[in-house]
């Protein structure tokens, strides 16, 4: 991850918004080469600014951290049983340590169950 | 300055009010904060905090209209400096309530500068702490495991934050934590979270080797329920990871002032001993050895100060700052540690007793590589700008 990804989103977004650097450096009040230094990742970025991109590019603003995203953990896809799944971790990081440990009684008794019950 | 060539126009004297401003904390810190620098653990903590309050210090860059003095962040540094000068712990505290108030400054909406900001300025003051850092993956963003699940009414915050400055004594902790675990750094949000909240557990508070006046400690937080209107930019999905990287660098302004000072602090120690110190029947500043360190460690000072002064110059003017406020960090805090020990080294055996102010100095200086982002998070974040 870097500001390198977010540069990218930003190029992706405005070249399919047809604009040239020039122009949305001057719709969003920032120089060319700034712009062009934000999507090289070589300047950071700012929330205000990323927000006026967001805005004049018609993307919301996760749009452009998305990329942010570490890619070693797995990816939730658009099957039915990847969203269900990250749907559970999601709901796991809402319990008490004693209500995960119940969780996890369970499902070691489910995997008992599968086994034979043996 | 009057302009001399051409249209560039640069001046680097301070204002008459700036100039007030460094007097009157001066004057204060002589009374109220440096008979009692030397005495740790905190004792005398509670008393210097109210010293800075009832003179509204305790987060100078609240704006007027919430309480505080509305300063710029170059006053600021000068405040720092000037604390940490008599008391690097409690610049600290301050540095740290800064850093904690910073996105809320930045980025919170007008009821939560209203509900959070009055708590840091008046004559009750308190100060805030800022809670990043883990027990197990400490900065690291990728692998942050504090997570905040949505729920009906807001979210749920469950994670440990560790080497927290102003455990325990913060009225409120901004925290950074993941609403994602897939998304991680993505999906960060900043929360508010008043101190008395359920769940809100001091699981430790450390001893360290410097900065002894601020508490330093482990928090827990467990089964905490966040309202939604204590998310900053809670709409905005994506916003925190942006938002934070502001605030560090903010906050790498404010911790290179706080280097400029304790340097600052130690070669007026090591001038004055070096003054007064015989040797060969002459001070032993005349000696070429002592004079030329301490011409060395004037240098370097004046260095840091002029690093940190542009860095804070750039985020008031909203310029380009990032590179600016992490190159002043990674000089400032190298120079602090330099220095301290170069003062040291002059005052002999004295620089290691315990109790005595350069013996401090040094272990205070320690911290600086540290917080606010590692000196080797600095350079990267320099080098990814070249």
Redo the contacts between chains.
């Keep these: 991850?870097?500001?390198r990804d977010i540069g990218m989103k930003i190029q992706a977004a405005r070249e399919e918004k047809g604009l040239s650097q020039e122009q949305l450096a001057r719709l969003v009040g920032c120089s060319q080469s700034?712009l062009s230094?934000y999507e090289k990742?070589?300047?950071?970025?700012?929330?205000?600014q990323?927000?006026k991109m967001a805005e004049v590019l018609d993307k919301?603003?996760?749009?452009?951290?998305?990329?942010?995203?570490?890619s070693?953990?797995?990816?939730?896809t658009s099957s039915d049983r990847d969203e269900r799944f990250?749907k559970l971790?999601?709901?796991l990081?809402?319990l008490?340590?004693e209500e995960i440990n119940e969780v996890m009684r369970y499902i070691e008794y489910l995997e008992w169950k599968r086994s034979g019950g043996s | 300055m009057e302009k001399v060539r051409g249209e560039l126009k640069l001046d680097f004297s301070l204002t008459k009010k700036q100039q007030e401003l460094i007097e009157s904390v001066k004057s204060m810190a002589a009374q109220e904060i440096t008979p009692f620098a030397l005495q740790e653990e905190g004792i005398h903590r509670e008393k210097m905090l109210i010293s800075l309050a009832r003179m509204n210090l305790l987060c100078p860059t609240v704006p007027k209209e919430f309480g505080g003095l509305g300063l710029d962040l170059f006053s600021t540094a000068l405040v720092v400096e000037e604390l940490a000068a008599v008391s690097p712990g409690l610049a600290a505290i301050v540095a740290a309530t800064l850093h904690a108030a910073e996105p809320i400054i930045l980025a919170g909406n007008e009821q939560q500068k209203k509900e959070f900001l009055p708590l840091l300025t008046g004559a009750q003051a308190g100060a805030a702490a800022f809670a990043l850092t883990e027990p197990e993956g400490g900065s690291d963003l990728n692998i942050i495991s504090t997570q905040a699940a949505a729920d009906h009414n807001g979210y749920l915050l469950n994670g440990c934050k560790d080497y927290v400055i102003n455990a325990g004594i913060a009225r409120f902790i901004t925290v950074v934590a993941a609403t994602d675990m897939f998304k991680k750094k993505a999906s960060l949000r900043i929360f508010l979270v008043p101190h008395h909240a359920a769940g809100v557990k001091i699981e430790e508070i450390y001893h360290t080797s410097g900065i002894n006046l601020a508490p330093v400690g482990r928090i827990r937080f467990a089964d905490v329920n966040i309202v939604g209107e204590h998310v900053i930019k809670s709409r905005e999905a994506g916003s925190g990871y942006l938002l934070l990287t502001q605030t560090f660098d903010v906050g790498r302004a404010l911790v290179s002032a706080l280097a400029v000072g304790i340097a600052r602090a130690a070669l007026e120690e090591a001038l004055n001993f070096a003054e007064n110190r015989l040797q060969s029947g002459v001070p032993i500043k005349k000696h070429q050895a002592v004079s030329f360190a301490l011409a060395d460690m004037a240098t370097r000072i004046e260095m840091a100060r002029l690093m940190t002064w542009k860095a804070c110059w750039l985020i008031d003017r909203g310029g380009d700052y990032s590179v600016a406020s992490a190159m002043a960090k990674l000089a400032s805090s190298t120079i602090a540690q330099e220095v301290t020990c170069l003062a040291a080294d002059i005052m002999g055996a004295r620089g290691y007793i315990k109790g005595t102010l350069i013996e401090q100095l040094v272990r205070d200086a320690r911290v600086l590589s540290t917080i606010e982002g590692t000196n080797h998070i600095q350079r990267m974040v320099i080098s990814s700008q070249l």
């Design positions: 991850m870097s500001f700034a230094n990742g070589k300047r950071r970025l700012y929330l205000s990323l927000e919301p603003l996760e749009y452009f951290v998305d990329s942010l995203s570490s070693h953990p797995p990816q939730p990250v971790v999601n709901l990081g809402r008490s340590d």
